[in-house]
């Protein structure tokens, strides 16, 4: 048992912690719920079809990139084409207006300023901002920790020029920025590409910057394949992953010689089918609620932390409505939000436009010449939850949500309908009981104007009070979420261990 770790869940951050955990010379093992690696990072199978549950883009996917580094020690990328789009996405209005998201700045301004001339101060100040994302990006090591005071000296060199744009842009809303535009339609696009409460628009300026940099795109063969990849990476390594295998239980001894009952140190798990399993150290990269609410009992808790649980705003459930279909729509573009002229109701909300996505540009995903269509919302964990006690009323459900999607795709693609081969709609529900995520969110912690500096800063917390040897992973201690952050996440729990260890820390290659 020497040097041995646990992790809990095989997502993207637990994976990370396996691979970087058997680096430093530790025996590692998994415990996944599912019976397959990823969590999140996830697509399944309809008829010949692919869907695709999580990645758009990926950031980190140019080699030579910060980040990139990252993927290439998990064995991710090598090998992997990546696509770059030169649309990020279009969004369409009812005059038959479209706002052109182009990747490349210089023409997305163009762009912009044809538009909507008379709103090109606002213009150029959104582009002029990008570009300086691009700029700062390009020039920052996400993923080195400040070895020593020079280090930190050249890291404030390069964030001190760029103080006041984080500053500014983290604290102002896209909703506030988007009023600034004169142009009706021009004001709605923009508010319209992110549509989520009070988020920043420092998230959508990086998001355009690392597009412009072409170190945002997307790996051909999508989510699971890309997790498969890193666990490929962790069994070489010589990791052994437990799947099926739900943890119940972290158990935690007291510590020896000490009078204060909250000191105790994580000693291993206990899964739901009985067993034991002790390790040295206990890596959590499962749902955050479910762990420090059941896996540990609440014994090991403060007000800050069930103050995150009990006010912090979450990235909400989503439906997925994905569709198989004999046509081929590379003419198309790739990502569409557009109006309806009827508003569709899913889960009880009413929705008045309509986001899809296509996926023709990755022949993985669909037999030749036909093509997979992918339609979220935004949807409701407690309708859904209420819905799934009675089995035939959620398939119906889901059933009509799937019809509607349908009906009105037809206005937008004429003759889809006759054309669909394969239908499946994914539900919070779905989410829950294939990663356990609490309340089926996708992304846990939405950033907000508020809450922008965890992300820009360490995070959370990625221990507990009063237990020792155990650290926690994933999107629930690094708010905004992604697979950058939680391979990220992984990578920095195996750096705690071995700190704690006064071991060096060191990252391969394969």
Request: hydrophobic share 40%.
């Amino acid at each position: 048992m020497s040097d041995s770790i646990v992790i809990i869940g095989a997502g993207i951050a637990g994976l990370s912690a396996g691979c970087y955990g058997q680096m430093n010379g530790y025996r590692t093992q998994i415990f996944e719920l599912h019976d397959k690696p990823g969590g999140l990072c996830t697509s399944w199978k309809r008829n010949r079809y692919t869907f695709d549950g999580c990645i758009h883009w990926l950031v980190g996917s140019r080699p030579g990139s910060g980040f990139n580094r990252v993927w290439q020690e998990l064995g991710a990328v090598q090998g992997r084409h990546m696509i770059d789009h030169d649309e990020f996405a279009r969004i369409e209005g009812q005059d038959g207006k479209a706002w052109v998201v182009y990747t490349d700045i210089d023409r997305l301004e163009a762009h912009m300023k044809t538009l909507a001339p008379g709103d090109a101060a606002v213009t150029e100040e959104f582009c002029q901002a990008a570009r300086r994302f691009a700029r700062f990006s390009e020039t920052m090591d996400m993923v080195t920790e400040p070895a020593g005071l020079i280090d930190r000296i050249s890291m404030g060199a390069r964030v001190l020029p760029h103080i006041g744009a984080l500053r500014k842009y983290g604290r102002m809303s896209i909703q506030a920025f988007a009023a600034r535009f004169r142009d009706p339609f021009m004001r709605e696009a923009f508010a319209t590409l992110f549509d989520l409460p009070d988020f920043p628009m420092l998230a959508m300026l990086m998001t355009i910057g690392w597009m412009h940099n072409r170190d945002a795109g997307y790996p051909i063969g999508g989510s699971l394949a890309f997790a498969q990849a890193i666990e490929r990476r962790y069994l070489d390594l010589g990791g052994k992953i437990n799947y099926r295998s739900r943890v119940e239980k972290i158990l935690v001894e007291d510590v020896p010689g000490t009078d204060d009952r909250q000191q105790a140190r994580a000693v291993g798990v206990r899964l739901s089918d009985g067993s034991e399993h002790r390790a040295n150290a206990v890596i959590s990269a499962a749902d955050g609620r479910a762990t420090i609410f059941d896996m540990l009992g609440r014994r090991f808790i403060n007000d800050e932390i069930r103050g995150y649980y009990e006010e912090l705003p979450i990235f909400q459930p989503m439906v997925q409505v994905s569709l198989g279909v004999a046509r081929d729509l590379s003419d198309e573009p790739h990502a569409v939000i557009y109006p309806l002229t009827e508003p569709i109701t899913v889960a009880g909300k009413v929705h008045r436009r309509l986001a899809f996505r296509h996926l023709c540009y990755d022949p993985s995903m669909a037999p030749a010449g036909k093509s997979v269509i992918i339609v979220g919302f935004e949807s409701d964990y407690d309708f859904w939850k209420d819905l799934g006690q009675e089995r035939e009323r959620y398939d119906a459900e889901k059933q009509q949500v799937a019809i509607a999607v349908i009906d009105h795709l037809e206005g937008r693609l004429p003759g889809i309908t006759g054309q669909i081969e394969a239908v499946d709609v994914a539900t919070p529900m779905t989410t829950e009981r294939y990663t356990g995520n609490w309340q089926g969110s996708i992304e846990g912690w939405l950033i907000t104007t508020r809450t922008v500096n965890m992300m820009m800063g360490r995070g959370m917390s990625k221990t507990l009070p009063g237990l020792r040897d155990f650290y926690m992973a994933g999107q629930w201690v690094e708010p905004g979420g992604g697979l950058p952050s939680a391979a990220l996440s992984g990578r920095k729990a195996i750096q705690m261990v071995c700190k704690c260890a006064g071991k060096p820390f060191q990252a391969q290659l394969p």
